[in-house]
């Protein structure tokens, strides 16, 4: 008699046959080598050479990374000659740090911010115990339709072309990702990618992380699985130090018993050989910083709603202004 018949036979019945349906409601580890700790500074700088004369306000806003489980941010150093304070975005509880120059509007601007952060492998099937410490979210908000993310008419139609009722959650989850691991594109050529456009992807079939995520964010919600948008950096895995071109996003879904389980589709179609591992797993080559959509920030009387939030946001006298340059870098420690 082998082990695990040995281990079940052990147990009441009850908790023998709930014990074999959670072992065979997620998959076995792909078997992938990856880095599963990752410990380095995170330098995030903006540039203004010119700020328009006779502007009587500026007001920037930079998101923070978010510290959970597999992320920690050990501490950050702020450079600015304009004072700033440290807010919390009441509907995700993003952190973003607000500088105002108040009457005193600088001719040309710098800010630096370097973040200290340790990230983990993250492995949604596998929860390490500190990960799941918001395992009883409020989970009403991921459930709702963003403005680029409808969670009816086409995508809802498709979504439901491809679970029947009765699948569990999982397997509809896993649906979801292989169809659209099978049908989407990652291209980045003509207009209309970029915006996280849920209508966009279904009708093109193509788009980059934001496009292609949005279309399974709002198929999973379609059917009553709370999911969420997750956007931070890549970080080169053959590199110790280097700039970082651009942003990175992927998803994560809630399930009952496991938590916020990540899926990154758009790595999986760059890299087909590892589809079974980002179907549930995240390497340590990342930086999350922010989740949601239509996140707002806030000036005075004023707000501003931001499709997505990873680059900075500025705003002189009232009106967001395009002038400003940034660059991310990050130098590995391990």
């Known amino acids: ?54 502007s009587k306000s500026v007001e920037i806003w930079l998101p923070l990374p978010i510290d959970n489980g597999y992320q920690k941010v050990l501490d950050y150093k702020i450079s600015s000659e304009l004072p700033y304070q440290l807010d919390v975005e009441p509907e995700y509880g993003n952190r973003i740090l607000r500088f105002s120059s108040g009457e005193n509007v600088p001719e040309d601007l710098e800010i630096t911010v370097d973040i200290n952060v340790i990230r983990y ?119 110790k130090s280097a700039e970082i071109p651009g942003y990175h996003c992927w998803a994560e879904f809630y399930m009952e018993g496991r938590g916020w389980v990540p899926v990154d589709i758009s790595e999986a179609i760059k890299h087909p050989e590892k589809k079974d591992y980002f179907f549930g797993h995240l390497d340590a080559h990342r930086v999350a910083f922010t989740t949601g959509r239509d996140i707002k920030v806030n000036s005075g009387e004023s707000s501003h709603t931001l499709n997505y939030f990873i680059y900075p946001y500025v705003v002189i006298d009232g009106q967001p202004f395009d002038g400003a340059s940034y660059n991310f870098s990050y130098v590995q420690k391990n």
Request: glycine share 8%; proline share 7%.
């Open 1 to 54: 008699m082998n082990s695990f018949r040995k281990f079940l036979i052990g147990l009441p019945l009850v908790v023998a046959v709930a014990s074999l349906v959670v072992l065979l409601s997620v998959p076995e580890s792909p078997g992938i080598t990856v880095d599963t700790e990752l410990n380095f500074t995170f330098t995030y700088k903006l540039n203004i050479d010119k700020i328009p004369d006779g």
């Open 121 to 239: 492998e993250q492995d949604g099937w596998n929860q390490i115990p500190y990960a799941a410490s918001d395992d009883t979210p409020d989970l009403t908000r991921y459930l709702l339709p963003d403005i680029l993310v409808p969670i009816d008419g086409p995508v809802e139609a498709e979504a439901k072309q491809v679970v029947n009722g009765s699948m569990t959650t999982f397997q509809k989850v896993e649906a979801l990702y292989h169809h659209l691991f099978e049908t989407m594109k990652y291209d980045k050529s003509g207009i209309g990618w970029g915006n996280g456009d849920a209508l966009y992807a279904c009708e093109s079939r193509k788009g980059n992380c934001t496009d292609i995520h949005s279309l399974f964010i709002g198929m999973a919600r379609s059917l009553d699985i709370p999911s969420r948008f997750i956007m931070g950096f890549p970080l080169p895995q053959n590199k």
